[in-house]
Structures are given as C-alpha cells and as structure tokens.
C-alpha cells in the first residue's frame, strides 16, 4: 500500500499537474507574446503552439532522462526484463502526454488530428501499457523514448514555418538535422537494437512472455515504417526546397 501511495506522489501526480498548468497556463503565455511583438494570434495558432511547446516539453523531458538512464546502464543485464525506478517513471511521463495529447488533438480535431499520430501514439500507449507497466523490454522502450530527440526540430520547423521564416538560414539547417537525426536515430539506432537483442542476446530465444515477440514482431516493424515514411517526407522537403532555391537564383542570374 504505501508503494502504490509513493508512485502516485512521486510518479502520477507531477506528471498530472504540469500538463494540467501546461495546458492551463500557457496558451495565454504565448499570445502575450505574440500580442508584444504585433504578431497575430489566430484561433489555429491559440490551438497548434501551445500543443507544439508541450511536445517539446515531453520530447526534452523524456530524451535526456532516457539518455541518462542508457548511460548509467548498470541495471540493464537483460534487455527484456531488466527495470529501475527512472524507467518506470519516463514510461509513466510520457504516457500522460500521449494520453493528454490524444484528448486535445480529439477535441481539435480540425487543426491536429493526423492518422499517422493516431497510429503512433496507440501503439506508443500499448507498448508502455503492456510491456512497460508489466516490467517488460524497458531497454528496448527507452532506445525509442530516447528518439523523441528529433522531435524539438520537427516543432521548430513548424514554428518557423508559421512566422514565415522559410529562407531564414535556421529553417535549413534545421531541416538538415531533422533528416539526420531520423535516419540516425529513428530508423538506423533502433533498428540495430531491436537487431542485437533478436541474434546476438541469448534472453530472446528462451522469453516465454508472448507480448515481446508481438512487440518485435508487429509494433516494432510498424514504428519503422512510420518512421521511414516521415524520413522520405523530410527528405521530399529538403529536396523541394533546394531544387526551388537553385531555380530562383538561376532566374536572378537570367
């Protein structure tokens, strides 16, 4: 009893309350920011910035306690049933924001509902849910919290996007680190992972738990190929948007 009391102190209850003030709080934040700098603030922005912040909130939040907890990698002697405490809680974290995020992009369905955020975070919610919560494969949970590295460029994208900043130096370079950031970590990191514990770890072959060959099997591939339709999206952009650049100075040249 008083361990479940402990985890909704230390756990539950942080986690509730920042989305609660995040969700609360910041959207009047930003448009007295935008109101200072004569910016305007439509119903779209009131809805899609404060949601992109809270993204890269969860997104800092969960990659650096991530990385921390892969460091200090002493607790992982089996990548499929090896637990600690920060893993529990990271899972915990970032299952409040898919949770939050699926209500907000439901009730804003107009502005930021997508079916490929859909799929994502189901799956995303069923692996914490299920493997997660049961104490299952939190090595192989964390090398895929660990990738939400990416996702603070992808929000900056946006926001420049948005503030018309499209040939600003900083939309290039972003745009740059978003496809080496997803080939590296989304598609080449993980999939090396998912590789050495299926060939080279002799836990898999003896693991009589049915949910992690599903997860490898099924969640696993259909994370990628999410992963790898966004990398050919990105990579379309960057192209798109070099190719339009050589044409407009070609035309300045002319």
């Given at each position: 009893m008083e361990t479940k009391i402990n985890v909704i102190l230390y756990q539950d209850l942080p986690c509730f309350l920042l989305f609660t003030c995040l969700h609360l709080f910041l959207p009047k934040i930003v448009e007295i920011i935008f109101k200072k700098n004569n910016i305007e603030f439509d119903e779209r922005k009131k809805i899609e910035w404060?949601?992109?912040?809270?993204?890269?909130?969860?997104?800092?939040?969960?990659?650096?306690?991530?990385?921390?907890?892969?460091?200090?990698?002493?607790?992982?002697?089996?990548?499929?049933?090896s637990t600690s405490e920060m893993s529990y809680f990271i899972f915990k974290f970032i299952t409040y924001y898919f949770i939050y995020d699926f209500m907000i992009s439901s009730y804003y369905s107009k502005y930021l509902f997508t079916w490929g955020n859909l799929l994502?975070?189901?799956?995303?919610?069923?692996?914490?849910?299920?493997?997660?919560?049961?104490?299952?494969?939190?090595?192989?949970?964390?090398?895929?919290?660990?990738?939400?590295?990416?996702?603070?460029?992808?929000?900056?994208?946006?926001?420049?996007?948005?503030?018309?900043l499209k040939n600003h130096p900083l939309y290039v370079i972003n745009g740059l680190l978003i496809f080496v950031g997803f080939i590296l970590f989304r598609v080449f990191y993980t999939s090396a992972t998912m590789f050495d514990v299926i060939f080279n770890?002799?836990?898999?072959?003896?693991?009589?738990?049915?949910?992690?060959?599903?997860?490898?099997?099924?969640?696993?591939?259909?994370?990628?190929?999410l992963n790898l339709y966004w990398t050919f999206y990105i990579s379309k952009s960057i192209f798109k948007y070099f190719t339009a650049t050589k044409n407009e100075n070609s035309n300045k040249q002319d």
């Open positions: 404060p949601n992109r912040i809270i993204s890269t909130v969860n997104a800092i939040v969960t990659s650096s306690l991530s990385i921390y907890c892969l460091y200090y990698n002493e607790w992982i002697v089996n990548s499929l049933r994502h975070h189901t799956l995303a919610l069923l692996s914490f849910t299920f493997l997660g919560g049961k104490g299952l494969a939190h090595h192989l949970l964390l090398i895929y919290t660990f990738t939400e590295i990416t996702t603070p460029l992808i929000n900056l994208r946006f926001f420049l996007l948005d503030l018309n770890q002799p836990h898999y072959s003896i693991e009589t738990d049915p949910i992690i060959p599903l997860f490898i099997n099924i969640v696993y591939p259909a994370i990628t190929l």
